[in-house]
């Protein structure tokens, strides 16, 4: 038995257009959501990276250290070892170290990183984004 098919001619679909307006209308939307996601990666990104730089100062500078002016060997030593780490990680922005520290066993060093001005891509678009500053702090005792 031979199959003999038959050619339907269908009527022009009315809403045919309509999936390609609302494609070009939530195109953009989706744009932005994507770019939000990844700016949120690299914010926590920046924020991890500062938050290790700070704890592996703080640890650099709390060791026991004979010497006359601990507090400044423990300030010299905390920059020194923020500055390394994040030359290691090759973290490439802006960064700014502030340390305070005692002059004795059970003192506390406080170091704190701020990268001021991270760059966004979504600050291009929404001036809210253009300025954000990520910072983190760690406080140890001294040994």
Known sequence: MKYQGTTKILPADPEGGAVAVEFIILFPLLLMILAGIFEIGNLFYVRHTLTNAS???AR??????????????????AKSTVDKYLLDTKF??????????????G????????APKVPLVLGQLIPAFQNLSVSA???????
């Open 55 to 57: 704890r592996e100062g």
């Open 60 to 77: 650099a500078a709390v060791v026991y250290h004979v010497g006359s002016d601990r507090a400044t060997w423990a300030q010299t030593t």
């Open 92 to 105: 490439t922005r802006a960064y700014t170290v502030a340390t305070t520290a005692g002059n004795g066993t």
């Open 107 to 114: 003192q506390l060093v406080t170091v704190n990183i701020t």
């Open 137 to 143: 702090e760690t406080t140890m005792k001294m040994e």
